[in-house]
């Protein structure tokens, strides 16, 4: 309870987020074993509602959900929805486009949080290693026709490393192939889990699990769930800022109120 208490605001947490807080600040158990008895305890806490469903996200669940309507009424009551919150994409005026891929899906909450206000989406980057995959982030590199940046979290191990480099050549080998112009580029950036904050954060390792990608991994291996919540947000809110034109953020922000208001008002009923 502690631990949710301390990071409200980043709800829904991952039970991996609250495993490695409990080995870092309350001397739980850091096993394998530990962890399933706590992802035990949570789901009965939940069940009695000790815990609410909402602090703590841990479906794997894909939905499909169809644009359909009760009849035209409500088709009505939902776009003047739409327009009541009305949202200019910041991004597009931004001279970089810029996204944010992370391996733990169950982060994605919180990480579109961070990346909401700046218009920058968040995908999660299982299958990432996919021919597919890379391929639909490549056309859409070329599509939008700009300097492309993407912001990559992931743990920090050899299979991690490796499947990452392999997408950042691959993805930048069909985008120089398929670009209309010189100006599209594109560029993968690990903002996390990487060796330094590993050791700045003190964070607990484990030996690297024998594989053709560990032969020349130096080191132990840790996972970015291991880094807490509100360290993550930081750093992903710093990539971004970092990387984005503010003077036309806030000129967005304010045709936004402009653009808002005008749409609210055509869309009264008669």
Known sequence: QDVLDEYRE?????????????????GYDKSEAAYSRLCHHLANARRARLIPFEAI?????????YGHFEDSDAFLRYVRGLGRHYTRNKLAAQD???????EAAGMLPQLRDVAEPFSVPVYSSGGFDSLTAKKRLADRI???????????????DPSGE???????????????????????????????????QVSAYDLPTAPAKISTHSKNWDGGTCQLEALPP???????????????DHVRLE???FREEE???QITRLLLPA
């Open 230 to 244: 509100n360290v993550i947000a930081q750093i992903v809110r710093n990539a971004i800022a970092e990387r984005f």
């Open 142 to 156: 070329c599509e939008i026709s700009k300097e492309s940046v993407i912001l990559h979290l992931g743990d920090y």
């Open 259 to 261: 653009d808002r208001d």
């Open 57 to 65: 996200r841990d479906d794997g669940v894909t939905t499909f959900n």
């Open 96 to 102: 970089v486009h810029i996204e944010v891929w992370c």
């Open 251 to 253: 000129l967005d922000n």
């Open 162 to 196: 490796t499947i990452f480099d392999s997408v950042a050549q691959d993805v930048t080998a069909f985008v120089e192939a398929d670009r209309p112009h010189g100006y599209v580029t594109v560029e993968f950036c690990r903002i996390a889990l990487t060796r330094d």
């Open 10 to 26: 980043y709800w829904p947490l991952t039970c991996r987020q609250i495993f490695y807080r409990l080995v870092g600040a309350h």
